[in-house]
């Protein structure tokens, strides 16, 4: 029996498989399951991930990695938690002069809701459920623009095949 991993195909006609990340990701998602299932993917693909409940953590461990001059390489913030939300999360830390590519997680599908995503400081945006390959690839990219030193806003990517079956 083969994974949906293995055989559900990218629109570039990439496996989710087949995509390797090198680097640090601080996933911010309250949500158990989605922070299990997340957190597998990414660390199957090679990412090391550190993992947070809420905003408030979120912004803790992404400054003092800031500090000890090891910037998390990508943020994945869920936009709606306890504590301290995705949108107030990212704009402390834009405001305290965080360059991490920062990619909205969130249940909200609408352009308004994007655009308010990237008004708070995200990089990007991807609504769930989402596709695993979708997830990886996203992450790829941003990770790679971040190694190039180009942190600015990049096209976004959220477009799904409504016949693929999404995971997260």
Same mark, same amino acid.
């Given at each position: 029996r083969e994974s949906i991993l293995e055989t559900t195909p990218s629109p570039t006609g990439k496996t989710a498989t087949e995509i390797v990340l090198g680097g640090r990701i601080l996933l911010a998602e309250d949500g158990q399951d989605n922070q299990r299932l997340i957190s597998h993917l990414l660390r199957k693909a090679g990412a &090391?991930?550190?993992? *947070?409940?809420?905003? &408030?953590?979120?912004? &803790?461990?992404?400054?003092?990695? *800031?500090?000890?001059? &090891?910037?998390? *390489?990508?943020?994945?913030?869920d936009m709606q938690m306890p504590v301290l939300d995705g949108y107030a999360a990212t704009r402390q830390l834009r405001g305290q002069g965080c360059e991490t590519p920062i990619v909205a997680l969130t249940a909200h599908a609408m352009a308004d809701d994007s655009r308010r995503c990237l008004d708070a400081g995200c990089t990007d945006y991807l609504s769930k459920p989402f596709q695993p390959f979708l997830l990886l690839e996203t992450a790829s990219r941003h990770m790679a623009a971040a190694k190039e030193g180009d942190r600015g806003r990049l096209a976004l990517t959220d477009e799904p095949d409504p016949d693929k079956k999404a995971l997260v």
């Open positions: &090391e991930v550190r993992e *947070d409940e809420n905003g &408030e953590l979120a912004v &803790e461990a992404a400054l003092n990695a *800031d500090e000890a001059g &090891e910037p998390f *390489d990508l943020i994945l913030m």
